[in-house]
């Protein structure tokens, strides 16, 4: 059985992404204000383009803390931004689903959301995400590695240098793979079904735009922002 060792450099890596992720969590919190009241479909749509602007701008602060992004081609770190945004918002609202919380509160979330004005055919995949993600039990330094991996998708759109985006992520995915096994020594694939999850990640992705179009309200509106980063109006 090999020593796995994390060395100083990667510890290094670690702290700067895990300090960058915990100095920007979201500052409302989505969750309690859903757990207070049940809001119309126009007031929810509402919440999410507020949640997903102010994340957005949170998820820019915590990219330019990963070690290396920095020094990648300007355009493609915009190139990544854009193509991980609605991946990294799933991602952290999987991630805020799936919060130890007092008995009986995740179901009255899950039922908020649930009717919150998203088309039902979507419910089924996303949380089944949520759910997959909420049985892993991820440590927040996971938590946190696993969202830069996600940034550090080689293969987005307009990407010019993917070479070198891949390098990054490969630095990243050596950790997560170290962290895994020294945090979870009893699964031997809990490395795999965490990489597994990524791809569950982009297919729910994929229902997005179509999610956002079909909320049960007219006239949807997003932010300047949103516009940008969603493939939306
Ligand atoms: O605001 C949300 N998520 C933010 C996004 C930025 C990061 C923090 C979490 C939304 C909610 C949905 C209901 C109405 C209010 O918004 N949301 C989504 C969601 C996101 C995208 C689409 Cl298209 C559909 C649903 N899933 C959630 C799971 C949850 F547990 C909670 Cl608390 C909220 C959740």
Not at 64 to 84: H, T, V
């Amino acid at each position: 059985k090999e020593k796995v060792e994390i060395n100083r450099e990667q510890r290094a890596l670690m702290k700067a992404i895990v300090d960058a992720y915990n100095r920007h969590q979201i500052p409302q919190d989505v969750a309690k204000k859903l757990l207070q009241d049940q809001y119309s479909p126009e007031e929810n749509f509402l919440l999410l383009t507020e949640m997903a602007t102010s994340q957005v701008q949170v998820l820019v602060e915590f990219t330019k803390n990963i070690p290396g992004f920095l020094s990648l081609d300007r355009e493609d770190q915009i190139a990544l931004l854009k193509g991980s945004a609605v991946e990294a918002m799933f991602l952290r609202s999987a991630q805020v689903f799936s919060r130890k919380m007092p008995t009986g509160h995740t179901d009255v979330l899950e039922e908020r959301v649930r009717k919150s004005g998203i088309p039902d055919e979507f419910m089924t995949p996303m949380f089944n995400f949520y759910k997959s993600i909420g049985e892993l039990h991820m440590v927040q330094e996971e938590q946190a590695i696993l969202t830069a991996i996600t940034i550090l998708t080689p293969d987005r759109p307009y990407v010019k240098d993917p070479q070198a985006v891949e390098r990054l992520q490969e630095t990243m995915l050596d950790v997560l793979r170290k962290l895994c096994v020294l945090q979870h020594p009893q699964e031997q694939q809990y490395f795999a079904r965490l990489l597994g999850r990524l791809t569950e990640l982009r297919t729910l992705s994929h229902y997005h735009s179509e999610m956002l179009a079909s909320w049960r309200m007219n006239d949807h509106k997003f932010t300047p922002l949103l516009c940008e980063i969603w493939d939306v109006q």
